[in-house]
């Protein structure tokens, strides 16, 4: 079966601070998609990175950065020096292109408060 | 090129109402989703279609149908609605092709209150 686990539901932080959000996954299948979304207070949701199964490298965006471990079935999402208008709501979410007509697997979300 | 576009963008019905909320896209995709969204549980699918004239029950269908009558359209319906059914509504399609381009793209979401 497929999972997506994010086991921070609340994160608290002062500005400039570095955060991570954890996202843990489950499936069978080897080739799937990973994703992260932002949901700002205004309530749409907001894509900011897609990762494929067969793409292990990290990567950077500015001050945002991803991990993803297929050892851990982990895709980690770092914000480095956190402003006020990175918080919001933020979900990882988890595809299996072929099985499953596509649809997306969301954690939970992790509300991601950023004080000044 | 408007994206995803869903209507209405709030209700507020009574329990036992009927109502269809609509989801349209101009971007020729495929596969279309209709999630709801309700606090500390992300977002849950509850029907999806793969192409015109087809559907398929997701994670949690009951209380909802849908239709995909148009390419570009995909209906979902409430017969009775009911307060349990009270959540935020998404619409989401993507163009289905191999690896590079492949992404949801979501509509700005109906947020459905039901007394």
């Known amino acids: 079966a497929q999972k997506v686990t994010q086991a921070q539901t609340e994160i608290s932080v002062v500005e400039k601070e570095d955060v991570t959000l954890d996202c843990v996954y489950e499936?069978?299948?080897?080739?799937?998609?990973l994703f992260w979304y932002k949901q700002p207070p205004s309530g749409e949701l907001v894509f900011l990175i897609r990762?494929?199964?067969?793409?292990?490298q990290n990567e950077i965006s500015g001050r945002y950065s991803w991990n993803f471990q297929k050892s851990t079935s982990s895709f980690n999402f770092t914000i480095t020096a956190s402003q006020v208008v990175d918080s919001a709501v933020y979900f990882c979410?988890?595809?299996?292109?072929?099985?499953?007509?596509?649809?997306?697997?969301f954690g939970q979300g992790t509300e991601l408060s950023v004080k000044p | 090129n408007a994206g995803v576009t869903q209507t209405p963008k709030f209700r507020v019905l009574k329990t036992g109402q009927s109502m269809t909320l609509l989801c349209a896209q101009d971007m020729n995709h495929e596969y279309m989703y209709w999630y709801r969204q309700d606090p500390g549980m992300g977002l849950r699918l509850i029907h999806y279609s793969v192409g015109e004239g087809t559907t398929a029950k997701g994670e949690v269908p009951d209380g909802y149908n849908v239709s995909r009558l148009k390419k570009q359209n995909f209906l979902l319906g409430l017969e009775s609605a009911a307060p349990s059914q009270t959540s935020v509504y998404f619409c989401a399609s993507i163009s289905y092709s191999r690896y590079d381009s492949y992404e949801q793209y979501f509509g700005p979401g109906t947020r459905l209150t039901v007394t």
């Open positions: 499936t069978r299948d080897t080739t799937y998609y």
């Open positions: 990762r494929n199964s067969f793409d292990e």
């Open positions: 979410a988890l595809s299996e292109v072929y099985n499953q007509g596509g649809k997306l697997i």
